[in-house]
């Protein structure tokens, strides 16, 4: 089972940070979807420190979602440092995670994110810095390299350990890569098998079997998921359940994903009010019907609505025209 420092999850499934995705509204589904850990969106030191108002409401943690993994970013020591102590000692995260893979010229320009991968003695130094400063337990979610003239994956993850780091995620891509081409399960393995600390393998992880798959090539402690779920929590239980089996759960009904993009979007408007919730459930109401019959034609629709009661009958009107339509013979 998946452990870190003295945190124990319950299964060896993990949500990915993504920015823009990963509040408290998506998380908490995540969690009663039955995921071992959650991760929150990054968060910049910076803004921390400022009491930037938007990004401190980014360090809120509902109970229920616990064990939680706070991320943070940044470029600079002292600041890095100051973030994660307020992380430590004013939030109930439980785990404190330093991003090291975020391939955004916006980050990596300000010597933050992906940016590290080319220094494995800076990792060193920022990440033992941080576990000094702080009780939480420390975490890195790193890729494996700048680009393939630079792969410094094993000498990063053995920085990390150095320096105290209790877990390290890997993502099987270089920063040069984005979110492009295949991801690099090999060098999963080998990171894995460099370390002591448990190892947390990312990328190219869209069904249940290539969780399994994952584990059982490079050996890894736990799977991270990302895009994947997107509008698709399903694929996070499917996953728990089919590693703890062998057994493949049936993909959801229409119904039961608009049941569910429903919740998520009342959760959003809990957290942000009603304007902000629905803007941005656009995106993931978008995500929720991909690959349903119709999709497009309700996709337009989705992106008039700036109401709550209108988006949900929207979503609901929707999935009771398609039952209602009959299924056409030889079809």
Not at 124 to 153: L, N
């Amino acid at each position: 089972m998946l452990k870190i420092g003295d945190i124990e999850m319950k299964n060896q499934v993990v949500l990915a940070p993504m920015a823009g995705v990963c509040n408290p509204a998506f998380r908490l589904i995540a969690k009663e979807f039955g995921t071992g850990l959650v991760c929150a969106e990054m968060v910049s030191d910076k803004a921390i420190l400022h009491k930037n108002q938007r990004s401190l409401k980014m360090l809120y943690v509902d109970d229920r979602e616990k064990p939680l993994s706070l991320q943070i970013f940044g470029g600079d020591k002292d600041t890095l440092v100051e973030a994660a102590k307020v992380v430590d000692k004013q939030t109930n995260a439980d785990i404190i995670d330093i991003n090291m893979g975020c391939p955004v010229p916006k980050i990596t320009s300000c010597d933050a994110g992906a940016r590290w991968l080319l220094n494995p003695d800076k990792i060193y130094e920022m990440v033992s810095y941080v576990v000094d400063a702080v009780d939480k337990p420390v975490t890195v979610k790193m890729r494996i390299g700048w680009d393939e003239e630079h792969i410094f994956a094993i000498e990063n993850a053995e920085a990390v350990e150095r320096a105290g780091g209790k877990a390290v995620a890997v993502h099987g891509r270089t920063r040069v890569q984005m979110y492009e081409g295949e991801a690099n399960w090999d060098i999963i393995r080998d990171v894995k098998n460099a370390v002591n600390i448990p190892v947390i393998g990312n990328g190219d992880i869209k069904t249940p079997e290539d969780a399994k798959r994952m584990i059982d090539t490079t050996g890894v402690d736990g799977v991270m998921i990302g895009r994947a779920a997107l509008g698709n929590p399903w694929m996070l239980y499917r996953t728990i359940h089919y590693l703890q089996t062998g057994e493949n759960k049936p993909e959801p009904s229409d119904k039961e994903k608009m049941d569910v993009c429903i919740l998520h979007m009342d959760r959003l408007v809990s957290l942000k009010g009603e304007v902000v919730a629905v803007r941005e459930m656009r995106k993931h109401a978008a995500w929720y019907i991909k690959g349903m019959k119709g999709s497009s034609t309700l996709r337009n629709a989705i992106n008039s609505v700036t109401k709550r009661d209108d988006m949900a009958a929207v979503l609901n009107d929707f999935v009771e025209n398609q039952q209602e339509t009959p299924a056409v013979a030889g079809r």
